[in-house]
Nanobody, 127 residues
Framework: VQLQASGGGLVQAGDSLRLSCTAS????????MGWFRQAPGMERQFVAV????????YYSDSVKGRFTISRDNTKNAMYLQMNNLKPEDSAVYYC?????????????????????WGQGTLVTVSS
């Protein structure tokens, strides 16, 4: 499975961006897909995760209420709608997919729980 993230760019504080992640290769039947981000000199940070069904989501506190994660299984795609962006949201955003199943969505907040990763897309928010 190969993941391709896109949609990053340079925006001003308060603007919106929509990131996309498409999966290719053999049919992906993973349990969940997520977004992480990594700023220079920082550890990779969990952003959001969505189950295969698309009906269950979980967000980090720092983006809750501003970001929305979704997926379209007909297109093998996942999205991250980011509204009211802040300078502290600036980072390389990575999409990831996992074969693991957890009842508690909070367990998906660790990079080590994911089997596949995309190459990242840069988001820069100016103040």
């Amino acid at each position: 499975v190969q993941l391709q993230a896109s949609g990053g760019g340079l925006v001003q504080a308060g603007d919106s961006l929509r990131l996309s992640c498409t999966a290719s290769g053999r049919t992906y039947s993973g349990r969940a897909m997520g977004w992480f981000r990594q700023a220079p000199g920082m550890e990779r940070q969990f952003v959001a995760v969505v189950r295969l069904s698309g009906r269950t989501t979980y967000y980090s506190d720092s983006v809750k209420g501003r970001f929305t994660i979704s997926r379209d299984n007909t297109k093998n795609a996942m999205y991250l709608q980011m509204n009211n962006l802040k300078p502290e949201d600036s980072a390389v955003y990575y999409c990831a997919a996992t074969l693991r199943h957890y009842s508690n969505m909070a367990y998906y907040n660790t990079p080590g729980e994911y089997n596949y990763w995309g190459q990242g897309t840069l988001v820069t928010v100016s103040s």
